[in-house]
């Protein structure tokens, strides 16, 4: 089952804007995640945050989460053609859970 | 670094065929696999948890008859898919828990193509 929505479902912005990508989840969680993938590959893991931290940083990466609205954001700074993928959101909701994804959101990045 | 391979990247097969998909974890034992399947555009959606030495759990509406997971060491996982068709098309990811830990790594995918 998956666990929760991206919004918005497909973004298209200039290069050298900001992008922001949010996802909501249902049930209470352990961990929250995001991953890229590019078109056919594989997943990236840019970065995760846990239930009890508030905002995390990683280069060009912020990712917030509101365990009490049940959310999570990921702003991309300063996007370039390279950022186009899909991004998703991943959750556990304990150590012995699997990651239950989003259904993501597609980002294209326009130069 | 954590790796996880799968093997094959991709494979092209006739309907009625079996496939068979390989998932090893590279550099660390893995207790625990994780399957999922993909199709275009879509998300990744949890077939099955694979246990060493167990029987596979499958999630609801994936039969299990029909994607076999063998899981019989602490490095390989091995999911097939019997009697394949058309409509099993599909991005097939595994994942692999390290040992006595949460950390996930993700395999590269198979790309299964049935005609």
């Known amino acids: 089952s998956q666990q929760g929505e991206e919004d918005p479902q497909a973004l298209s912005i200039q290069e050298g804007e900001n992008a922001t990508m949010n996802c909501s989840y249902k049930t209470s969680i352990n961990n929250l995640q995001w991953y890229r993938q590019n078109s056919g590959r594989g997943l990236v893991h840019l970065i995760l945050i846990r239930s009890n931290e508030r905002e995390k940083h990683s280069g060009r990466l912020r990712v917030t989460l509101d365990t009490s609205k049940k959310s999570s954001s990921l702003l991309i700074t300063a996007s370039r053609a390279a950022d186009t993928a899909s991004y998703f959101c991943a959750t556990d909701d304990s150590g012995n859970t699997p990651l239950v994804f989003g259904k993501g959101t597609r980002l294209s990045v326009i130069a | 670094g954590a790796v996880v391979s799968q093997h094959p990247s991709r494979v092209i097969c006739k309907s009625g065929t079996s496939v068979k998909i390989e998932c090893r974890s590279l550099d660390f034992q893995a207790t625990t696999m994780f399957w999922y399947r993909q199709f275009p555009k879509k998300s990744l959606m949890l077939m099955a948890t694979?246990?060493?030495?167990?029987?596979?759990?499958?999630e609801q509406g994936v039969e299990k008859d029909k994607f076999l997971i063998n899981h019989a060491s602490l490095t390989l996982s091995t999911l097939t898919v019997t009697s394949a068709h058309p409509e099993d098309s599909s991005f097939y990811i595994c994942?692999?828990?390290?040992?006595?830990?949460?950390?996930?790594?993700f395999g590269p995918g198979t790309r299964l193509t049935v005609l």
């Open positions: 694979s246990n060493e030495g167990s029987k596979a759990t499958y």
């Open positions: 994942s692999a828990r390290r040992t006595g830990t949460n950390e996930q790594f």
